[in-house]
């Protein structure tokens, strides 16, 4: 039986903005995409063989609102110190700062980086443990 996989879609304001924040910083690969398929451009963004990936569209003639509040999150659990200060720098040094967190949970062992549709995304330096 094939193992459950979950797609993340949403729309962007800026498919190429939001490509180099999830590719530059986090070291998503691209996995596909497509053009003016009924009206909208899209690429999937992911890492190889993870049971996951994102995938951001955008509407022609139809601009996406930004996002509803600063607690839409997704977060990566890094349980390696070391790889998780690596993935920190890398967003850092593609131009992305970390920001505070509207729940002071996030930024005791973690990083918040905003892309460029206002969404957050949270580094957190601990193991998935449920």
């Known amino acids: 039986m094939?193992?459950?996989?979950?797609?993340?879609?949403?729309?962007t304001r800026d498919l190429d903005a939001v490509v180099r924040f999830y590719r530059n910083g986090l070291g998503?690969?691209?996995?596909?995409?497509?053009?003016?398929?009924?009206?909208f451009d899209g690429v999937m963004l992911g890492h190889a063989g993870a049971p996951y990936h994102?995938?951001?569209t955008m509407e022609h003639g139809h601009e996406a609102p930004?996002?509803?509040?600063?607690?839409?999150?997704?977060?990566?659990?890094v349980?390696?110190?070391?790889?998780w200060a690596e993935r920190v720098r890398c967003m850092e040094a593609a131009g992305f700062a970390p920001v505070?967190?509207?729940?002071?949970?996030?930024?005791?062992?973690?990083?918040t980086f905003e892309d460029p549709d206002g969404y957050r995304v949270v580094l957190q330096q601990a193991a998935w443990s449920r």
Do not use: C, I, M, Q
């Open 28 to 39: 998503f690969e691209v996995l596909g995409g497509f053009e003016d398929h009924a009206g």
């Open 66 to 77: 930004r996002a509803p509040s600063e607690d839409h999150l997704l977060v990566f659990y």
């Open 100 to 111: 505070r967190s509207r729940n002071p949970y996030w930024d005791a062992n973690g990083r």
């Open 2 to 11: 094939d193992a459950v996989k979950l797609r993340v879609a949403r729309p």
């Open 54 to 56: 994102l995938e951001f």
């Open 79 to 83: 349980p390696d110190p070391e790889a």
